[in-house]
């Protein structure tokens, strides 16, 4: 069973009539047999060699799901199963694969939207492993180069084999010139074969554009399908999308490549190294011509919801009205609500979340005195994390929620204003202290 | 008031557009947008220029920049299927403006957006993408507002002379008027043509509607794959935080929202 990898039980019902009918002929043996499948080896009873019959008290029984054992004394014990067993395997089930001497280098520059791979970027990496894997007997490696922090720990299982992470306050927002430097030092030094870049606005497009420029490469922009041609100098093919969304491009694959989403599958059965790596040559320092002066503060009322990047949403749990507008202005978060908030007149239509009203995209949904009606959570689908405040422990919205806490929401909201007041105040102190 | 001191060139690059439902010739959504830019900046003195060729259909469009309030437009004429970066980069270096607009994607040919890119290299000059408002200019350097994801704004100063290009994220352009539009001079000059060898190797189609994604599930059993197919969408392995003060549980969310840096 165990060579098999595979341990969904097999269940013998002839074999299991015959444990039944202790008057069967062949009954020892068969429950011996059960015995060593399910309870990990020792027959709980058998003849002994005297014509004795042996008993092992500790092969009897079986863990029960609480973790408590239990013994079945009608005979059909047929051994527990250790519970989660199932689970690890599903866990264990990518494979590992290392790369030593690649036979080339596939370079891709994710974007890292809020320091983790976008869904924009694991596609793109599908993309980058369908070029390197190509050819098994020449496997090629995939170079990932991320600027500033990350938070992704799943970095070698989206398909990374090796990582160029370069973290300096010089890439930190609008940088399009310090990025552009290091891009063309990992051309001199590992000379990648494909360039691979995501075509998100205020992203890989603006970067990957002027990377070919400056390789002097023209690239292939909206790559939606690849395909092996040997004839294409590279051997690859590419269907890219043109003229406003309306032409599609066929052409052989050039060097530098901008990839729209969902261009490729997402890695999901292997597991790759991601190896650091690091430039020999540290890149010129480039004086930027365009000077970053941050972000500006937004209404966070003016911004549509479907696009909006923390949601503070409320239901028919919330009492307080006027603390939960508060909260929204001091998180300077885009208010939402539930279906019943707004047939309830404290939301204005525009604002409702779900099925019904606006599917959202939030990185932050925060949900409170809502218990996540199936058409609210199909509007949610999209949002990374979701924070509920709720009195009902056993509501659908805490399934779904990575953070939630039980208890009054007025409350809670109302502590989480004054901590949030209060870590501005000692922030504003501590940049008066350090002006004087 | 010294109006001389503060008058500013402004050049925008127009393009013929298609409309995406009947795909006739019509002002382009982005350059329309970028023309609206150069007309709302104060003290500018805008030119338009328009590189391709001379034929009735892109003159009705054409026509429809020089409705938005503007008397003259520049066609450097060039034949179908030429590369009109060299013809407009010459056309720009002899009389260099201080500011570029330029739409991010023409609606027509390639529409590779790569055209405000090669000018930027061509010419040496810096290059802003995704405009949402210019804010002002002031000793040569520009004040402009970026327009980032998610309704938020990103303020960059940059140096001029620069290009600009506008998305969707702009303002939006204004109504082009029918009678200034005839009454506008569409003036015609030559240059040089480089002929785009690579567009021409290539197959074109109209575009295919792209596969819908499937949901792959992987599991050994049918009873996985069941209840894969029939599952409610779940976070899985969330935090339950019950019988906290609501300091502590206000602690644990504002740890989570700092985490994430949706706090500013």
Same mark, same amino acid.
């Given at each position: 069973m165990r060579e098999n990898?595979?341990?969904s039980i097999r269940r013998d019902p002839r074999r299991a009539w015959i444990a039944r009918n202790r008057l069967h002929p062949e009954h020892l043996s068969v429950l011996a047999a059960l015995g060593e499948i399910g309870g990990g080896g020792a027959a709980s009873e058998w003849l002994g060699p005297n014509g004795v019959i042996r008993r092992n008290p500790h092969a009897i029984g079986f863990i029960g799901p609480k973790g408590v054992k239990r013994i079945d004394r009608s005979g059909t014990q047929q051994g527990g199963q250790a519970p989660g067993q199932g689970r690890q395997a599903a866990q264990d089930s990518r494979r590992a694969v290392t790369i030593e001497d690649p036979a080339f280098l596939v370079a891709v520059v994710p974007d890292m939207t809020g320091g983790r791979l976008s869904g924009h970027d694991r596609d793109l990496l599908g993309l980058a492993r369908r070029l390197a894997d190509a050819d098994p007997a020449r496997p090629g490696a995939v170079l990932a180069v991320i600027f500033g922090e990350h938070k992704d720990s799943t970095l070698g299982e989206a398909g990374i084999d090796r990582l160029l992470h370069l973290? &300096? !306050? !010089? %890439?930190?927002? %609008?940088?399009?010139?310090?990025r552009l430097a290091v891009l063309a030092a990992v051309e001199r030094e590992f000379a990648p074969h494909h360039w691979l870049l995501p075509d998100s606005p205020l992203g890989g497009a603006d970067l990957g554009r002027r990377l070919a420029l400056s390789l002097d490469e023209r690239p292939a922009t909206g790559v939606w399908q690849i395909e092996a041609d040997g004839e294409a100098p590279l051997g690859w093919r590419c269907t890219a999308r043109g003229a406003a969304e309306s032409l599609d491009i066929q052409r052989p694959l050039p060097r530098v490549a901008l990839a729209l989403a969902e261009c490729a599958e997402p890695v999901d059965e292997t597991r790759h190294s991601a190896e650091p790596l690091s430039l020999t040559i540290e890149p010129p320092? $480039?004086?930027? #011509? $365009?000077? @970053?002066?941050?972000?500006?503060?937004? @209404?966070? !009322?003016? /911004? !549509?919801?479907?696009e909006a990047e923390f949601i503070l949403s409320g239901g028919n749990g919330v009492k307080d009205w006027d603390g939960f507008h508060h909260a929204a202005t001091v998180l300077a978060a885009t208010e939402g609500a539930s279906r019943v908030a707004v047939d309830d007149g404290f939301m204005a239509r525009d604002r409702q979340v779900g099925a019904t009203g606006t599917w959202v995209t939030a990185r932050v949904y925060m949900a409170v005195g809502i218990s996540g009606a199936i058409q609210h959570l199909q509007g949610i689908q999209r949002c &990374?994390? /979701?924070?509920? $405040?709720? #009195?009902d422990p056993g509501c659908d919205m805490i399934k779904r929620a990575d953070l939630a806490v039980i208890g009054d929401a007025a409350? $809670?909201?109302?502590?989480?204003?004054?901590?949030?007041?209060?870590q501005r105040a000692e922030q504003h102190g501590g940049v008066r202290r350090d002006a004087a | 008031m010294q109006p001389d001191s503060r008058e500013i060139e402004v050049a925008v690059l127009v393009s013929v557009g298609r409309h995406p439902v009947t795909g006739r010739a019509r002002r382009a959504d982005q350059d329309a947008r970028g023309v609206e830019v150069a007309l709302t900046l104060p003290g500018a003195r805008v030119r338009l220029l328009h590189a391709g060729p001379a034929d009735d259909g892109s003159e009705e469009a054409l026509r429809g920049y020089l409705g938005m309030g503007l008397d003259r437009l520049t066609r450097v004429e060039q034949p179908e299927g030429a590369d009109v970066v060299p013809a407009l980069a010459q056309r720009l270096a002899a009389a260099p403006p201080q500011l570029v607009i330029a739409g991010s994607r023409a609606e027509r040919g390639e529409g590779s957006g790569l055209l405000p890119y090669a000018l930027a290299e061509? =010419?040496? +000059?810096?290059?802003?993408?995704? =405009?949402?408002?210019?804010?002002?200019?002031e000793n040569g350097v520009a004040t402009? =507002?970026?327009? =980032?994801p998610r309704g938020q704004r990103r303020r960059l100063q940059v140096r001029l002379p620069a290009i600009i290009t506008v998305d969707g994220a702009a303002p939006m352009a204004r109504q082009s008027a029918f009678g200034p539009a005839r009454r506008a001079r569409l003036e015609s000059c030559a240059e040089v043509a480089v002929m785009d060898k690579a567009l021409?190797? +290539?197959?074109?189609?109209?575009? *295919?509607? *792209?596969?819908k994604r499937l949901k792959i599930i992987k599991a050994g059993s049918a009873r996985d794959r069941f209840k894969a197919a029939a599952a409610k969408a779940e976070g899985g392995g969330g935090q339950l935080l019950t019988d906290v003060t609501p300091e502590q549980g206000a602690e644990a969310i504002l740890k989570l929202l700092k985490e994430e840096g949706v706090l500013r």
């Open positions: 990898m595979n341990d973290e &300096d !306050a !010089a %890439f930190t927002g %609008f940088s399009p010139e310090a320092r $480039i004086l930027s #011509r $365009i000077e @970053d002066l941050g972000q500006v503060a937004v @209404d966070p !009322a003016g /911004v !549509a919801l479907a &990374d994390k /979701v924070v509920t $405040i709720n #009195r409350e $809670i909201l109302a502590a989480l204003v004054e901590q949030v007041e209060q | 061509y =010419l040496g +000059w810096p290059l802003v993408n995704g =405009l949402a408002e210019v804010e002002g200019i402009l =507002l970026q327009a =980032l021409g190797e +290539w197959t074109l189609m109209p575009a *295919r509607k *792209r596969p």
